[in-house]
């Protein structure tokens, strides 16, 4: 006998209020997976990360068919790291240049990253310092929704950017 299950294309991984879930559906079998390594206990239909990675939920069918969906999941936080004494973002949003400016308490290095929404790093560089400001030129992207990550020692932040 053959099975055919086809999934829907509007069954996809969430991630709302700190959970990561499958958008629809109940499946007789779950487990989640972070940059491809199983996680030990991850067997329900849903999960709260804890670290930054590419999480995945394989689902079983009662047929037993499997389906792998996926998404990428950056934890930071709103709350500024001890280590940062002044943090400004602007304008934002913005149509051309956003003004990043860092002070630390201390000198230490600093990376800086821009996602867009599917992901994908479209900026990123590093520095050594105490205080940077820098401008990042949003004029070659399309108007969207972005992610700015700063990377610090000791902590991490990030803002949502919003280009016209």
Same mark, same amino acid.
């Not at 940059?35 to 069918?61: A, K, N, R």
């Not at 037993?64 to 002044?86: D, F, H, K, M, R």
């Not at 240049?97 to 821009?114: G, K, N």
């Given at each position: 006998? #053959?099975v055919?299950?086809?999934?829907?294309?509007? %069954?996809?991984?969430?991630?709302?209020?700190?959970?990561?879930? %499958?958008?629809?559906?109940?499946?007789?079998?779950?487990?989640?997976?972070?940059?491809? %390594?199983? =996680?030990?206990?991850?067997?329900? /239909?849903?999960?709260?990360?804890t670290?930054?990675?590419?999480?995945?939920? $394989? *689902?079983?069918?009662? +047929?037993?068919?499997?389906y792998?969906?996926?998404?990428?999941?950056? =934890?930071?936080?709103?709350?500024?790291? +001890?280590s940062?004494?002044?943090?400004?973002?602007a304008?934002?949003p913005?149509?051309?240049?956003?003004?990043?400016?860092?002070?630390?308490?201390?000198?230490?290095?600093?990376? #800086?990253? *821009?996602?867009?929404?599917?992901?994908?790093?479209?900026?990123? $560089?590093?520095?050594?310092?105490?205080?940077?400001?820098?401008? #990042?030129?949003?004029?070659?992207? /399309? +108007?969207?929704?972005?992610?700015?990550?700063?990377?610090?020692?000791?902590?991490?932040?990030?803002?949502r950017?919003?280009?016209?």
């Amino acid at each position: 006998m #053959i099975v055919e299950e086809v999934l829907s294309d509007s %069954v996809e991984l969430v991630f709302v209020n700190d959970t990561l879930r %499958v958008s629809q559906g109940t499946w007789p079998a779950y487990q989640w997976f972070r940059d491809g %390594v199983e =996680i030990s206990g991850g067997s329900g /239909p849903e999960y709260v990360p804890t670290q930054s990675g590419f999480y995945e939920c $394989q *689902l079983t069918t009662s +047929a037993g068919c499997t389906y792998l969906l996926g998404l990428q999941v950056e =934890i930071v936080g709103t709350v500024l790291p +001890a280590s940062v004494a002044a943090f400004s973002l602007a304008p934002n949003p913005t149509s051309d240049f956003l003004l990043l400016r860092l002070e630390l308490r201390r000198s230490e290095r600093i990376t #800086i990253s *821009l996602t867009d929404v599917q992901q994908r790093n479209v900026f990123s $560089q590093s520095y050594q310092g105490q205080r940077l400001e820098r401008q #990042i030129d949003l004029r070659f992207l /399309p +108007a969207g929704s972005y992610y700015l990550t700063v990377q610090l020692e000791n902590g991490v932040l990030g803002r949502r950017v919003v280009k016209n």
